[in-house]
């Protein structure tokens, strides 16, 4: 862990060399997720109802998925890099080394920047609850920590699962983007705004309804308008492990096939 | 240029033959690139729908902000196409020129640098046309329908206003680039205008969900508008189409003019990175 820090530390020194260019990026992350409430209060001034929810429930599921998903960024969001190291055969220089692979290529382009939007996202996320007057109980307090928390858990094994891709189609460009920021998008909303088709693809078939919509109506008190019980909302913390297990596999059987560039 | 007349030079030389070869090699640089291309236009799909979904959730059955089911949806799916083809982002060729200090290649030419890259771009362009811009139209046309226009001009005006929009896009991207001369690290100004441009261009929702004050002001105030929602109102058929495209004539103009001024400049204090 304090090679992790040390390396990571290092990137953030590198950054910060670049004074004008490491201060705009500070402020433009410091308004991102504002964009994103932003984004949400324009569709409400032309609707009073997206999906059967209002918009003190809709800011809810916007502000966890708006926590879960920098909060994955922050931690693994350089692995997209991973294309262009196959592509160039710099990643043995990172195999040779001893250490694990998936960590050094963490922490070869951590960004503190990041950070900004995960504090963002959480005070949000208080603003929201707040706003949405929300029955508490305990549960309901362990719940709203522990959502974004899992939420991000899911969203990393996403970024993980998606780079892996890169192992076998190094081509494969931007097609992750459609899982890790596609499902960003997906979450913001309640998933009642989907089509049947897809939303079974991307709710329940991936997990994404797991990562905000269900947290929220667990949250909110509100029965499920497609039907389903009570306790998923509660019991959505544990899709988490599930797909961290998967992206692992995934992880080690790509690097298991990795054959250097040749060059 | 420090006297602040700005002679344009656009630098087509013995003809604009040269211009279409820059051209021509711009558009088979980029048709190398097949797979990355299939997937960024899957990309573009996927995002499609969930624009799509959200939008008309918006809509419902009736007209929201000026758009009806047809019209958002051919909002949503032709810009989705159109994202590749204007190439809103991810262009830092000369920013990573500029930074390694390959760029004094480009000033040794004999053709202007910001008509060398224009040319290359409308290459790229062309070919993000065949490989960006069918798929998502297709896929939309398919699970929603698309809006059809009521008149014939609409189909070569759209053409056009997409070409300005192209140009346009090519120079605020030029000037985004052109910063590297100055800070020489471009994360934050990029990630200014991913957020930026996103917001004001219409990617995110219809400019016109915005108070009347807050869509004249962006319209007026900033180029974004004449890469997006621009096209995508002629294609549309809301509003006059006349009204869009003088617009983006008028933001096409003052962007190649500011791309060239501050190349002028940069060119002045141009100190070569490497060795």
């Known amino acids: 862990m304090s090679v992790y820090l040390r390396l990571a530390a290092a990137q953030v020194r590198a950054h910060a060399q670049y004074r004008a260019s490491f201060v705009i990026d500070l402020i433009s992350n410091a308004v991102v997720t504002m964009l994103d409430v932003f984004s949400v209060l324009i569709l409400f001034r032309v609707t009073r109802a997206l999906g059967g929810f209002g918009v003190r429930d809709v800011l809810v599921m916007t502000a966890l998925s708006a926590t879960a998903f920098p909060l994955a960024d922050l931690l693994v969001g350089e692995i997209e890099k991973l294309r262009g190291y196959v592509r160039t055969g710099l990643l043995d220089t990172v195999l040779v080394r001893p250490l694990s692979a998936l960590f050094q290529l963490l922490a070869i382009d951590f960004s503190i920047r990041r950070v900004t939007r995960v504090v963002q996202g959480t005070i949000f996320i208080v603003i929201a609850l707040t706003l949405a007057d929300v029955h508490w109980t305990p549960a309901r307090v362990v719940l709203a920590v522990v959502a974004p928390i899992t939420g991000g858990l899911f969203f990393c094994s996403l970024f993980i699962a998606g780079a892996s891709v890169a192992f076998w189609w190094i081509d494969s460009g931007e097609i992750a983007n459609s899982l890790t920021y596609g499902g960003r998008d997906f979450t913001m909303y309640p998933v009642t705004v989907y089509a049947e088709w897809f939303r079974r693809l991307f709710a329940y078939g991936i997990g994404f309804a797991f990562v905000a919509y269900y947290p929220a109506l667990a949250l909110l008190g509100r029965p499920d308008p497609l039907g389903a019980p009570a306790w998923l909302g509660w019991a959505s913390p544990l899709v988490a492990p599930i797909a961290m297990t998967l992206a692992g596999l995934a992880w080690r059987t790509g690097i298991r096939h990795y054959r250097s560039s040749g060059s | ?275």
């Open chain 2, 1 to 275: 240029m420090a006297s602040g007349t700005a002679t344009v030079d656009l630098g087509f030389g013995p003809s604009a033959r040269t211009f279409a070869a820059l051209a021509r090699a711009g558009f088979r640089r980029y048709s190398t690139y097949r797979q990355a291309a299939f997937a960024a236009a899957f990309t573009n799909t996927t995002f499609g729908f969930l624009r799509c979904y959200v939008l008309l959730a918006v809509t419902g059955g009736g007209v929201a902000a000026g758009y009806d089911r047809a019209m958002m949806t051919s909002f949503v799916w032709l810009g989705q196409g159109m994202l590749g083809v204007v190439g809103l982002w991810g262009w830092t060729d000369l920013a990573d020129r500029i930074r390694t200090g390959d760029v004094l290649a480009d000033l040794l030419r004999p053709v202007a640098p910001v008509t060398n890259y224009l040319a290359t771009d409308l290459g790229r362009a062309g070919f993000a046309m065949l490989a960006r811009f069918v798929l998502p139209t297709v896929v939309g046309a398919v699970a929603f329908g698309l809006y059809a226009p009521r008149h014939l001009y609409t189909y070569p005006l759209f053409a056009l206003s997409l070409l300005l929009a192209v140009v346009t896009c090519f120079a605020c991207r030029y000037l985004i680039n052109s910063a590297a001369y100055w800070l020489l690290d471009l994360r934050g100004v990029n990630i200014l205008w991913i957020l930026g441009s996103g917001l004001c261009c219409g990617l995110y929702f219809p400019l016109t969900f915005l108070p009347d004050w807050a869509f004249a002001t962006i319209w007026l105030a900033t180029p974004c508008p004449a890469l997006f929602q621009a096209p995508l109102d002629v294609a549309v058929e809301r509003g006059n189409p006349l009204l869009w495209i003088g617009g983006q004539l008028a933001w096409t103009a003052i962007m190649l003019l500011l791309a060239h001024v501050v190349q002028r400049r940069a060119e002045r204090k141009l100190v070569i990175q490497g060795g």
